[in-house]
């Protein structure tokens, strides 16, 4: 059902804001899920992964890490892949190993490699109510604007 868009997603460079209209389907996610599966089993199992397969590590990662982050991302990357290693240290040492350091490499990117896929999700989808919150009471603060009394629908169309 999703398999023309999954691959789509593969080359988009634009990959977070493409998952943001997909972020509650469950059955894409199920998808998704058993679309990046092979991937994260050849991460595991071989000492050279496929470029193809990386991406649709990140991909998964990049998912996980846009619905599910709350200051942890490996517990639900484990939840998750839990069919894949018998060993969630061994799966996470692996992605660390053979994807995340390409990214960190290809990206010329000094930081720990578990934040590219956090980073690739902007604001994770759990953080999204309080960073809204944050960002209204710096505007309130700053520039006495409430963006609660706005239309932000509205506003945002006027933009665009």
């Not at 930081?111 to 505007?139: C, G, L, M, T, W």
Request: charged share 25%; net charge negative; with cysteine.
């Amino acid at each position: 059902m999703f398999e023309e868009k999954l691959h789509e997603l593969l080359e988009n460079e634009q990959q977070t804001y493409a998952l943001l209209d997909l972020l509650n389907n469950e059955i894409f996610e199920k998808e998704l899920i058993k679309f990046t599966e092979d991937a994260f089993r050849q991460t595991v199992n071989l000492s050279f992964v496929p470029e193809e397969s990386k991406k649709k590590v990140m991909l998964g990662l990049t998912f996980i890490a846009l619905k599910y982050y709350d200051g942890a991302l490996w517990p639900h990357v484990c939840n998750k892949y839990n069919s894949i290693a018998c060993d969630d240290k061994l799966l996470i040492s692996q992605i660390r190993d053979n994807v995340l350091n390409f990214y960190t490499k290809k990206y010329n990117c000094d930081r720990k490699q578990y934040q590219i896929p956090v980073i690739n999700s902007i604001v994770p989808f759990h953080y999204a109510p309080s960073y809204i919150e944050f960002v209204n009471d710096i505007y309130v603060k700053n520039l006495d604007c409430d963006l609660v009394s706005y239309d932000l629908n509205e506003e945002i169309n006027n933009v665009f």
